[in-house]
């Protein structure tokens, strides 16, 4: 074993207070919240149960990890729910000048679409 991995090597946690891996030394049955993500599941409320710890760039960087026996399978949002997320962004969309909705995001800067802007704006 590197010094590098056994820096990082506490699997009962009386170093570091959690049970300690180095980078790909994690053993099955931890996942990290990405990797929990891409199964289809979260953490579901359950503590960190370990950390994998590595050396990067502005020192060492830690990635936790939970157990995936107490992983829950992800929410979904209800149809109201996605409902409210596509009357927000089409808000954020809407220039409040013009009423115009358009293809992009208003400038919160400008508070009006660029044509608006434009309009009052001219360039010199």
């Known amino acids: ?11 009962a946690g009386t170093r570091y207070g959690l049970p300690t891996f ?42 936790y990890l939970y157990r995936l026996d107490l992983a829950r399978p992800k929410r979904t949002a209800t149809a109201a729910q996605l409902d409210a997320v596509r009357a927000a962004l089409r808000a954020r969309r809407t220039c409040p000048t013009c009423g115009e909705v358009r ?3 208003i400038p919160r800067s400008f508070g009006e679409c660029l044509d608006c802007r434009d309009e009052r704006h001219p360039a010199h």
Do not use: E
Request: a positive charge.
């Open 1 to 11: 074993m590197s010094r590098v991995r056994a820096a990082y090597w506490d699997p």
């Open 22 to 63: 180095w980078w790909q030394g994690a053993p099955a049955g931890y996942a990290t919240r990405r990797q929990l993500r891409a199964r289809g599941l979260r953490p579901g409320g359950q503590p960190i149960a370990a950390q994998i710890l590595w050396r990067g760039v502005g020192g060492t960087r830690a990635a």
């Open 103 to 105: 293809p992009y995001y």
